[in-house]
């Protein structure tokens, strides 16, 4: 995984352009919105004379099929961006396109310039004009804001069907460019066609061009969370999910419910999570044999991070689309973050694979094509209690009672000096502080008791294990004096 930066039009190593709309400090993220999120992530940079070239990330590129023999995208094409970006010392801009030809841009002209931005044929050509030159706040600071406006032209004179007619792109001193589209598929058709066809690349088909509109892009604040932040969970968290997969028109369900024991923090930027997961899986009937139910009870582990990475979007053979949206389902007003990715395998298949995160809760839905011919797997949170908060119903895991803590009960609640533990045999127990931190340990008889007059007040968890079980259940107790 790499981080992502955006390089803008004024994609520059050095800020002393910074008064020419032509300033981004190298290593500075952007990002931009319109419904899907959109980067660009600089891989190399180099100068000769008058002349910076940037080298961008590639995309997946090329004509597609969703029936027949699919052919296969090109991985070595440019981003929306294009693949290379050359900046020249007087402020123009060059970008290369699909195809193969060269848009300008003059990010030094003044109010009322005009330019042939593009020539796509002997006929057929577009002009560029800064319209306007205003202020626009930006990321809570006022900046100065550059207005270009692109038109269309043909043999005839204006084109005011074209789909990039009357468009806008807009660059500031500052933040470089605010509003863009799609500068390396303009303008949208090759040059021995006079008209947007669908069927040329897959990228400009779904992204670039939606309903015969061509889609324009916003500079956004934002910073993407981290594993860790995603998955901000803490011991006693509860969480309970349905898992769908449907295979040759047959739908086994599993629900699962995963307890989160022990939280580790194993280094400054990574924690590790232990949890014990039941479940109990349905397999309906088939080729006249009944339906039939399975259970399991496992413990497993893995480790999120700090750090705020993610594939850059449309990248490589994952064009992974990225949408952020507020969402105030499963009872937390938090941001919604849906990946979809691989919606044209390398391999010439059409299939899709879509997560949604939500901020502390982890994966609330995953939507998965393993086959196109008819496999497919989804699966949903369903409940969840998190820091004594029930959300949803939790579906019993029947035969199992590992994960919830019913078969124990723990009093008084809250309590002063001893713990008393409700058991049928001999266990062991650890006691957790809200950091994950183990302040006690020890082993119980029946109907033990453990000594807590040493502990602060607060909140704490207890961790008991019997010896018939193989995963932990894990209660909550408060100390008030």
Not at 206 to 226: C, E, M, N, W
Request: proline share 4%.
């Amino acid at each position: 995984m790499r981080a992502l930066l955006v390089s803008l039009l004024c994609l520059v190593a050095h800020c002393s352009f910074a008064q020419n709309y032509q300033c981004l400090q190298y290593g500075m993220d952007r990002f931009f919105l319109n419904e899907f999120v959109r980067g660009v992530h600089i891989d190399s940079m180099s100068v000769s004379g008058n002349e910076t070239t940037f080298t961008l990330f590639r995309s997946p590129r090329g004509s597609y099929s969703f029936s027949g023999n699919p052919q296969q995208l090109d991985s070595t094409k440019g981003s929306w961006f294009g693949d290379k970006v050359v900046i020249r010392s007087d402020g123009t801009t060059l970008f290369n396109t699909y195809w193969g030809d060269t848009l300008f841009l003059q990010t030094r002209a003044g109010l009322g310039s005009s330019w042939t931005m593009y020539n796509d044929t002997s006929d057929r050509y577009y002009t560029a004009t800064v319209t306007s030159i205003d202020t626009m706040t930006i990321f809570g600071s006022v900046d100065s804001v550059k207005s270009i406006t692109i038109n269309a032209y043909s043999a005839q004179g204006p084109n005011t069907a074209d789909l990039a007619n009357n468009k806008t792109i807009r660059i500031s001193k500052g933040h470089g460019i605010v509003e863009t589209f799609s500068l390396y598929m303009f303008p949208f058709h090759p040059a021995n066609i006079s008209s947007y066809q669908q069927g040329y690349d897959y990228l400009m088909d779904k992204r670039d061009l939606v309903s015969g509109s061509l889609k324009t892009y916003q500079l956004i604040q934002h910073a993407f969370p981290s594993s860790s932040d995603l998955y901000n969970w803490d011991v006693g968290d509860v969480f309970e999910y349905l898992k769908d997969e449907l295979y040759n028109s047959v739908d086994t369900k599993t629900w699962h419910v995963d307890s989160v024991y022990d939280k580790i923090q194993t280094s400054p930027s990574t924690i590790e999570y232990h949890i014990s997961v039941e479940s109990k899986t349905y397999h309906p009937p088939f080729n006249q044999n009944p339906g039939t139910w399975t259970f399991s009870n496992t413990t497993e582990q893995f480790t999120v991070d700090n750090l705020h990475n993610i594939f850059m979007p449309e990248e490589k053979w994952n064009p992974m689309v990225l949408t952020i949206k507020g969402d105030t389902s499963l009872c937390l007003s938090k941001q919604l973050y849906s990946y979809s990715s691989s919606l044209y395998a390398p391999f010439g298949e059409f299939c899709f694979e879509e997560s949604r995160y939500k901020e502390g809760l982890g994966r609330t839905r995953h939507d998965e094509c393993l086959d196109p011919a008819g496999h497919f797997i989804s699966e949903t949170l369903i409940y969840y209690r998190k820091n004594g908060i029930d959300c949803g119903s939790i579906i019993p895991i029947t035969g199992i009672a590992d994960i919830m803590p019913d078969r124990f009960k723990v009093y008084p609640n809250p309590a002063s000096s001893v713990l008393r533990i409700d058991n049928a045999g001999s266990l062991s127990y650890s006691i957790i502080d809200l950091t994950g931190r183990v302040i006690d340990n020890g082993g119980l008889a029946k109907g033990g008791k453990i000594d807590v007059s040493q502990l602060s007040e607060g909140t704490y968890f207890i961790k008991l294990t019997d010896a018939s079980k193989k995963a932990p259940a894990v209660l909550k107790f408060l100390i008030v004096r």
